[in-house]
């Protein structure tokens, strides 16, 4: 059956315009509150990068997904073809996942990479939309102990992630989906920066503040 417009419930176009205007909304908010900070944590690890380290990324579930692809946008290519950036999500290999997790304990799954491969030019990436996840804390407690650059993406209420993080986005929302469309949004915009700066000769770009 073919569907058109006459065939959509009035409740479910509302419902899906409502859930629209919402992430507008939000995207509204962060573009005021947080479009400084996003620009300064690209510049931040721009330079990381510039000097020979490489980007360290971890989170749960959509978390996960959105570390991947960043990490994906920086070695793969994300508007242009150009040289390789150094991006590892420490999300990926199951082997190491399961073995830290059975070890250890799940909370150390992250930490225990980051101390494997992490040395003081990199940064560190931890994704948490609640800002409380256990694992998520430790691995930027890790990142922190060898004089990494630590970087957090969380929500409104994710203190733990703040205390934490040399720098941290906090997207203005308690709602996951909101939070983590906000997060990949801000990917995208350091996955441009970094790839016009170290992709090909470009103005260097320091801020204050």
């Known amino acids: 059956m073919e569907l058109d417009g006459s065939t959509i419930p009035a409740s479910v176009l509302a419902a899906v315009e409502a859930e629209i205007g919402e992430s507008l909304r939000v995207k509204q908010a962060f573009l005021r509150q947080c479009s400084f900070l996003?620009?300064?944590?690209?510049?931040?690890?721009?330079e990381r990068l510039q000097k020979g380290g490489k980007l360290l990324l971890f989170g749960n579930g959509g978390s996960a997904a959105d570390a991947q692809h960043i990490a994906a946008e920086f070695v793969g290519?994300?508007?242009?073809?150009?040289?390789?950036?150094?991006?590892i999500a420490l999300t990926t290999?199951?082997?190491?996942?399961?073995?830290?997790?059975?070890?250890?304990g799940y909370e150390e799954v992250f930490a225990r990479q980051v101390a494997a491969l992490g040395s003081g030019d990199d940064v560190t990436v931890g994704l948490s939309t609640s800002g409380s996840s256990r694992n998520v804390l430790r691995g930027l407690i890790a990142a922190r102990a060898r004089g990494m650059l630590t970087v957090g993406f969380t929500g409104l209420s994710g203190r733990e992630l703040v205390s934490l993080s040399d720098l941290c986005l906090c997207v203005p929302s308690e709602a996951t989906a909101r939070i983590q469309e906000c997060h990949i949004l801000a990917g995208h915009v350091i996955s441009g920066y970094c790839e016009r700066v170290l992709g090909r000769s470009a103005v260097h770009i320091s801020m204050e503040g």
């Open 38 to 46: 996003v620009a300064k944590i690209a510049v931040a690890i721009a």
């Open 77 to 87: 290519r994300f508007q242009f073809d150009r040289q390789a950036l150094p991006a």
């Open 93 to 104: 290999d199951t082997s190491t996942l399961t073995a830290v997790a059975n070890d250890y």
